[in-house]
Every structure is written in structure tokens, then in C-alpha cells.
């Protein structure tokens, strides 16, 4: 049976008992979240306890405070005051200080690799933490990226040469703004190769382009070529790179049938960026809590740094705000304060992990349902999963009421509809749903915060997916384990953890990985002569690829033996020290 009434209370929060615009009912066999991102005050009729139960929802707010509020409060007291509740002052939030790094910035820790691949020092052992610690983790994870310059090592988010650079990138889209008929502005992010016609026939015709190429490591071929490209061609293309490591940290690998170096393009930027032809934007937010994961505070970075320098742009070609020093930092500060703010949840934010991470313990299903701008933000979680942890593509899934994909494959079934109709028919009480909606009465306030409520939601979404995985054994210390090897960066990713994990030679821990990848115990001559291309389209159909190859290293068996292993026990960790015990 399915409760019909349109809300339910739980615990004071204002729940939909029905799909939002629609007359669609919650399914009441699944443990379901709500997400909401409500104004507080707002007095409904009481609900028997009885009829609460139906349906299983979290409130997701904090005990301290007397009145209701949402898991990111969208009201004036909650993001956009100037005031901080005392949650604010925990010494993890406060900590923007050298002290938060955790020692990531020190040169002798893990010389050989840039700031975005290193492991977190705060999250060395995040693997066997509790729900309730994975969330103080991460938190102190994203405090990092509001980190103050110390002047030593790194440039940081808040540093002045990146708040100029911002600056400078926003007056560059302000003119565009002003004058949209010739020109354009392009933001191109990681992808596969042969996409260079897109680009040209995207920008046929124009005469000023402004081109933000994105790479949180500074690695991505896809990326370098095409600012090559821009700087190829510097009368139209005015070239932008985004990322999250020291220059002298991009990749130094040629890229394939080429001699050119993500390196190599980054040094002609820094030279072309002294005449203002060329810009660069990679302060160092540190390392991700799970060592890699880009996705976390490389998207979390990237969304801020963009957003900043287009809101600022618009509000000074159409709202007569000039683009100043202060105004840039000033937005820049309001996403520290919703980091903060989204944080001071961590109460809710333990029950949602909890619960998805005790579904994907059981076999069940993570489902992602979401309305309007939020709708995107679990669509990107849920898509990174399955390369991030290896999760198989339905154990995180996700619905949108605003697509209609049916004709291009089963893997773009996203609607609501779809989600009635494959979805809810098989839900059980092992499955975890999370509703990710908003309601306002105020159109105003619904435009000026609603850039934050995603960051907030954004930095709640990587919480759940991540911290469930850990709790799920995806996780070895703070590594990725059962990472796929199925581009170029995750096989060298792969490569390089094997070596870090197991001390063996690169060679050795290399062809460990070939041997996981074509399932045998002796390579051959084809596969030894193959590129890395070829492997890693090999590795698309393999699963637990890495954490076969590290049981083999360490205890010396055959592929047959270490997936038993693994068969038997599937935390990795415990797996690989019950092999050596």
C-alpha cells in the first residue's frame, strides 16, 4: 500500500508523500531521504506516528537547533546570513591554517607524485572509520580548499594571484556578454579523443573565443590538445586552464601519435599568460580524501572558480556591478560559508551515509530522484561511481524528471517515468532512495542561493556515494582499490597503487595488472607488445581488476586463488590481511 497523502511529517520536516507536480506515489517498500532544501517556519497539520511509518524518511538536520531546519537551509538564516551558528567554530572547520594540511604540503611527503594524486594524511585510515568519523574526515578534507596561502609552497583558492586571474577571466566574459553576435565562450572538460571537430564547428565563424579548458591533474590529453589548439590559433581563441596542481606538476607523458606534453602547453600558457593572451587557474586545494577521486574537491573547486567568474561577468554586463577585487573574493568567501554551513549537518549527514552504505552491504540499490537545477548534481554522482569504485552500474542509480532519452539505449531510462516503470516494481527494504528536490515561495530566493544549495548539495552527495563505498570495503586505507583501469590515467593510477601499496618494482606491479586485466598467470608476446590503449579497453569488461593483482603481489598466489580470496572475504583490506596472516 502506498501512503496517499501529499506530506507526511517526520520529526517536524515537511516530506512529499508523492513525486513532486505529479500524482505519483513514493514507493513505501524502500527507505527513503529526503533532501530538502526548504525555508524553515512553515507550520503543517501533525501526522500520527502510525502513518509516519509507512514510509521511512531521515531528518536531516541538526539537534541543536529548536526549529525545523532543511539539510541546507535556503532561508535567510541560513545561507545567506552574515552569522554563523557556534557549529561553525569546531576546530576542523576553523582550521585554514598550514596546520589543516595535514602534512601534504611537506616536500618529502610523496615527492614523486602532484598535489591531486597523493593521499590524504587526514584520511590515512578512512577504510575503518565510522559513518559518523568518515563525515569528520571529509569535512576536514574539503576545509582544505579554503586553506590560507602561507607563502611557502603552494598557491591557494583564496590567494591573491588567483582572485586577480578571476578577475581578469571575468572581464574577458564580461566583453563577451556585452557583445555575444561574434564571440563565445566555451568550457570543455575531459573526454576521449577525436572531439576537435566539435570544438571547430562549435566555433565556426566567430572572431572571439574564449576557451576554458578543465583538468584537475593537468593530465588530460583531450584537454591539452585542444588548448593547444587555442594557442595554435591566438587572433580568435583566448585559452583558460582550470585545474588543481603546480604547473611543474603536469603531466610530462607525449600524448598518443604526438610529441606534445600536458607540461609542455602549460610552460607556453605561463609565458603567453605575462601579456595577458593566456590564463592559468590551478590553486592547490589539496589531496582528496579518497587519493585521486577528482570528482570530490576538484569538482567541488572547479564549480566554485567558474560559477564566480560568469556571475560576476553577468552582473557586471547586465546589472551594472563592476567586477572588483573585493566582489570576486567576496563570492568566493560565500562558498566558504555554505561549506561551512553544510557541514554543521553532520549529524543528518551520518544517517544518510549509514543507511546507503548498510543497502549496498546487503546487495541493494542506491537511487538517486531529483527535480530541477539539484537534478544534475545526482546524475554526476551516480555516473562517477561505477568508475570511481568499481560499483557496477546499478548499484547507484538515478531518476530526473525533466529527460526524455527512451531512444538512445536502456542506460539513458532516467525519467521518473522510467524509474516507475524498471525501478519501483523491484524495490525492497534493501534499497536506499534519496529525494533531492527544493521548495520556495520566493522566486528571488530561489535564484540568489540556488548556486549554493548545489555546492551543499553537491558536497552531501559525494558524503553518501563515497562514504558508503568505504563502508562497503570499496576502499584500501584511502585508495580507490577496485579502481577500472579503463583510460590511460587509471592505468597508470593502477600501476603506481600497486607499487605504493605492495613495495614491489613498477615492471612487476605492472605486469600484475596485465595479468589481471586478461585473466592469466602468464603474459604472452601480443599482450606484451600492445599499448595502453588496448589494455585499457581489455579492462572495460573486468571487474576487481586492481585488488586481484594486489593479493597477488603480496602473497605470491595464482589469479585463481586471490579471487577466492576475495570471494571470501570482500573488504579488501581484511581480505588482503587475512592472505598474509
Same mark, same amino acid.
Given at each position: ?183 563565445? %565562450? $566555451? &568550457? @570543455? ?10 570544438? !571547430? #564547428? ?5 572572431? +572571439? ?98 560559477? %564566480? $567568474? &560568469? @556571475? ?10 563592476? !567586477? #572588483? ?5 567576496? +563570492? ?250
Amino acid at each position: 500500500m502506498h501512503d496517499k497523502r501529499t506530506v507526511v511529517l517526520s520529526r517536524g520536516a515537511r516530506v512529499p508523500r508523492h513525486f513532486p507536480d505529479t500524482c505519483c506515489p513514493l514507493p513505501s517498500r524502500a527507505a527513503a531521504t529526503a533532501v530538502s532544501l526548504s525555508r524553515p517556519g512553515r507550520v503543517e497539520p501533525s501526522e500520527p506516528a502510525a502513518a509516519r511509518r509507512r514510509l521511512r524518511f531521515f531528518l536531516v538536520r541538526s539537534r541543536r537547533h529548536h526549529r525545523h531546519q532543511a539539510l541546507v537551509s535556503s532561508s535567510s538564516s541560513g545561507i545567506s546570513s552574515g552569522s554563523s551558528p557556534a557549529a561553525l567554530h569546531h576546530p576542523v572547520l576553523r582550521a585554514r591554517s598550514s596546520r589543516a594540511t595535514g602534512g601534504y604540503d611537506s616536500p618529502d611527503y610523496e615527492p614523486s607524485l602532484p598535489v591531486s594524486e597523493k593521499s590524504n594524511p587526514l584520511t590515512r585510515d578512512i577504510d575503518r572509520a565510522s559513518a559518523n568519523c568518515i563525515v569528520q574526515m571529509l569535512q576536514a578534507c574539503d576545509a582544505q580548499m579554503f586553506q590560507e596561502e602561507t607563502g611557502a609552497t603552494y598557491q591557494r583558492l583564496l590567494s591573491e594571484q588567483v582572485v586577480e586571474t578571476l578577475m581578469e577571466v571575468a572581464q574577458r566574459v564580461e566583453l563577451i556578454l556585452k557583445d555575444p553576435q561574434d564571440s563565445l %565562450v $566555451v &568550457l @570543455s572538460g575531459c573526454g576521449t579523443s577525436g572531439r576537435m571537430a566539435f570544438l !571547430i #564547428t562549435v566555433c565556426e565563424g566567430k572572431k +572571439r573565443v574564449l576557451f576554458i579548458g578543465i583538468s584537475c591533474g593537468l593530465s588530460a590529453p583531450f584537454v591539452a590538445g585542444q588548448l593547444d589548439f587555442c594557442l595554435r590559433h591566438s587572433d580568435v581563441y583566448t585559452p583558460v586552464l582550470v585545474g588543481f596542481n603546480p604547473a611543474h606538476q603536469a603531466r610530462d607523458e607525449p600524448m598518443p601519435g604526438s610529441t606534445l606534453t600536458f607540461r609542455s602547453m602549460v610552460q607556453r600558457m605561463q609565458a603567453l599568460a605575462k601579456s595577458h593572451k593566456a590564463f592559468l587557474l590551478n590553486p592547490a586545494v589539496g589531496p582528496e580524501a579518497i587519493s585521486g577521486s577528482s570528482r570530490m574537491k576538484g569538482g567541488s573547486a572547479t564549480k566554485i572558480l567558474l560559477e %564566480v $567568474v &560568469l @556571475s560576476a561577468a553577468h552582473a557586471a554586463a547586465f546589472a551594472n556591478a563592476p !567586477i #572588483t577585487y573585493k566582489g570576486v573574493l567576496q +563570492r568566493m568567501k560565500a562558498y566558504e560559508q555554505t561549506l561551512d554551513i553544510t557541514y554543521a549537518q553532520s549529524e543528518g549527514m551520518t544517517a544518510l551515509l549509514e543507511a546507503a552504505g548498510q543497502s549496498l552491504r546487503r546487495g541493494g540499490r542506491v537511487c538517486y530522484l531529483g527535480w530541477g537545477s539539484l537534478a544534475v548534481l545526482g546524475l554526476v554522482d551516480a555516473s562517477e561511481c561505477d568508475p570511481t569504485f568499481g560499483a557496477g552500474e546499478r548499484s547507484v542509480m538515478y531518476a530526473d524528471n525533466t529527460v526524455q532519452n527512451h531512444t538512445q539505449g536502456p542506460g539513458f531510462c532516467i525519467a521518473h517515468e522510467d524509474f516507475l516503470r524498471l525501478v519501483l516494481p523491484s524495490l525492497t527494504d534493501k534499497d536506499f532512495v534519496l529525494l533531492l528536490y527544493t521548495h520556495s515561495d520566493d522566486v528571488s530566493e530561489v535564484v540568489k542561493l540556488a548556486r549554493r544549495w548545489e555546492l551543499s548539495t553537491k558536497l552531501v552527495l559525494n558524503a553518501v556515494s563515497t562514504g558508503a563505498h568505504v563502508l562497503k570495503g570499496k576502499i584500501y586505507h584511502n585508495h580507490m582499490i577496485d579502481v577500472q583501469a579503463t583510460n590511460s590515467k587509471l592505468y597508470c593510477r593502477a600501476t603506481r597503487l600497486l607499487q605504493k601499496l605492495s613495495g614491489c618494482p613498477q615492471s612487476q606491479c605492472e605486469e600484475a595488472l596485465l595479468k589481471a586485466i586478461y585473466q592469466v598467470d602468464k603474459l604472452t608476446v601480443d599482450i606484451t607488445s600492445s599499448d595502453i590503449n588496448t589494455h585499457t579497453r581489455a579492462a572495460r569488461n573486468r571487474t576487481k581488476v586492481v585488488p586481484l593483482a594486489l593479493v597477488c603481489l603480496l602473497t605470491g598466489c595464482s589469479l585463481v586463488e586471490a579471487r577466492s580470496y576475495l570471494e571470501q572475504q570482500p573488504i579488501v583490506r581484511d581480505a588482503v590481511e587475512a592472505c598474509l596472516s
